[in-house]
């Protein structure tokens, strides 16, 4: 059943390993979200290095599989499908055959991407996904690699290059054994090579973003072998360092013994090596120390062309934003009382900077109001208990733009916005000095905000704060009895005094 | 905001400890959540035993309570409010002092429960939260124990006694010391010498349900001690051994000490020997070997008798049915493919049974159902991960009716009805023998049948079922081209042949 009033789409991801449909639902209040997916391994691009054509074998397979994702598509009554396939058919002498094939028995109009539309999609999805502003969008699926150079969230240079994780295992690492030293060296100037050739490339990635299953499966990896908590791989910035001690494990293991590596999916276990040497030699070409994990990829990319489709070009104003929204309209149904907490929240927060009781960091500004927009979502999960539901969905639904450490923050910070002492708990292997205070900082404002707001119909409409003799003066502007709201925010008073340090008095 | 054409009531609980605000929300669709709490100790029963009277500090200290949820129920804009009093007001020579001056300064009707009248609410908050047909209720307060036979799911006799656990620690273990042997034995002889004056109380508790913060606290505390998951106290039977245990274990040690044991909460450290000496001794004259606990209430008591006033009496027909039947509602806008998934779950369960592919246990069978009717609730959460959400959910809200370990297993049965192989995982330390097959059993039927449902739309409309030659065969009816729905379900064929040793074919 379609969103009443809402919009719905299918893209289908015609990859060279696998074939994949994605549904977006776009509901009547502008929240989206992903609804339903069907992944199917084709490998259509198998053989074609040899041949430089899709196979018989592959193209049935390709096609049978295309025919269920039509069937699907017809019977959920999705009208807009949009297909897009990538290198594998691209790159095909006899594509055209295929595509021929495809639209009659499908009648789904596939679009082939050039390597530059590809590497537009990745951006899209990077820039829309992270705070990424300046640096390197790397893409790098089974056939190719895209990159993307980004000054002020604008693409300037896009580039792709036949240098797929299926391409480079084919070519420099058959076999399921180990890799020599020969092979991997000759895998490294093979790519070193190619990319220098494009000399926009050299130095060019400062701050680097990384798309793909390739750079998912290696961030997992890291995070696991770090040992910190698993809040996801969205943001995770995997080191040089890290990668490096990645490549020699992985290049120390035959394929079998690959699959057992936590955070590499036994199906990726045959490319995974050659992948990772092509991140790596690509960060060291340009210069980047990290790359910056993200969710999303080109099916995102080409989503949110369409949803965007009113900006030129299709990027959110601000990611964090955007996406905090998102998750606020999902999970409530009307957004007055997170919206009004926020906003008294902000109020107190930039009084307590005035008077010299926080460090006044921007960057705790914005997760005091990220925290202040989500802390009720668990009431979608269960009244009771409704903080840690909100602490588990946003470490489920992962917002974009924050890091795993920000994430860890936010979810302790609506863990305790209604009672316990709080704490980093879960978060402590994640976190910095310093975070111990600006969760006890956030908590206490929310705690005194959200019981302004106690009965959640912004009846104390606003807050005036003093600092006077060491003592913050609240008063409250009201619409009514405000009784409740004194009596509940005044019971902060401790929470509050051991955070800043300065005694709350309600006026 | 209430819920539009929906209805939303406040009870409140003015019990001799603590007074508790909740508020219910009924949608137009029928289901039925808790949206609100309040807490505040008020301990209006201090001083109580000594003077036969509510003291002046007390009283203004209720006064400040009830003026403070009058308040919140009219900024909640709830006209629909219940205050009812129990044990300590009702039991007050100056009550009608009391409740004068209540009402003047609140406007609520307070209603002061008999001993019999409480007694009631407890018994169908018991009938409408667990499965209890035949047996006994004890809900234990603060002031009251109240005993309520149950025939046939309908009350046969009700008692009240001034056996409360705050009454009985003043009366017999006062102070914050441990607890002298003589003390725990004039405290037992007084509470079988008190029960047994009514003849009808000995012998009646088979099975027993328990009510009240007393019960979960021990039952949380038996669940610590036995080293299980924590899949919540409802259906949590403690038995007579633990309880003896807990009663050692507690006696042993100081009130103070008494705080730090897992599963009671700090603030009912001073009264808890007393109440778990009262159950124990209620269980013995009873001759109860175990008693169940339930969350529910005395508000939830009130709340049933508003929300099933159609009914004569206000019980649910089914506890387990209408539970799930809730949370179905909860987290989904429409229960069209829940409601056909399980459909054909019990259609494909019932004839595997025919065939002698399984041991054909009821319970099997409802578990199945409920797996079937909450498998995609997760998806409120999140399409990603929503076989873990759903299983996240089931443990969080905790369907009623259901005991830990069937939540356990209906968590495993929903975590896996997407992929992966399906084992006991967390469950384990509560399953029982045959839980690992009955839970493959479970999933590959669900898997089969949510991928003749792959579409939600009810394209495949039945299936018939035929045990021939060793193999299961399968006929769909189909309203269309079920091409997917095919596709999808032959995929499970080596699951269920693991589960059910037998070859699934479609035609």
Redesign the interface.
Known sequence: ?APEQGRRLAVIDLGSNSFRLVVFDVSPRGSW?????IYETVRIGEGLGATGKLGEPAMERALHTL??YA??C????IDDVRPVATSAIRDAENRQDFLKRAEAATELPIRVLSGVEEGRYGYLAAVNSTTLADGLVLDLGGGSLQLVRVAGRISEQVDSWRLGAVRMTERFLPGDGKATKKALRSLRTHVRRELGRDKWVRGAGERMVGIGGTVRNLAAAAQHAAGVPDYGIQGFVLTAEALEELVAELAGRSVAERRSVAGIKPGRADVILAGALVVQTAMEVAGAEGIEATEAGLREGVFFEHLLAAEHPPLFGSVREASVHNLALIYHD?LAHPEHVARLALRLWDALGEAGAHPADPAERELLWAAAMLHDIG???????HHK?SR??IR??APAGFDPRERALLGQIVRYHRKGDPSLGEAAALARDGDDALVRRCTAILRVVENLE????Q?VRDIDVRARNGRIELRLHSD??D??AR?GAERQGPLFERAFGRELTLH
């Open positions: 059943v979200r992903r609804t339903d997916e025919e269920l069937h699907f017809r019977s959920m009554r009307d009431m979608a999960v269960d009244y009771d208990d539901h588990y969905l489920s639904a106690r009965s959640r119909d009846l009514g009895d009784a409740v009596w």
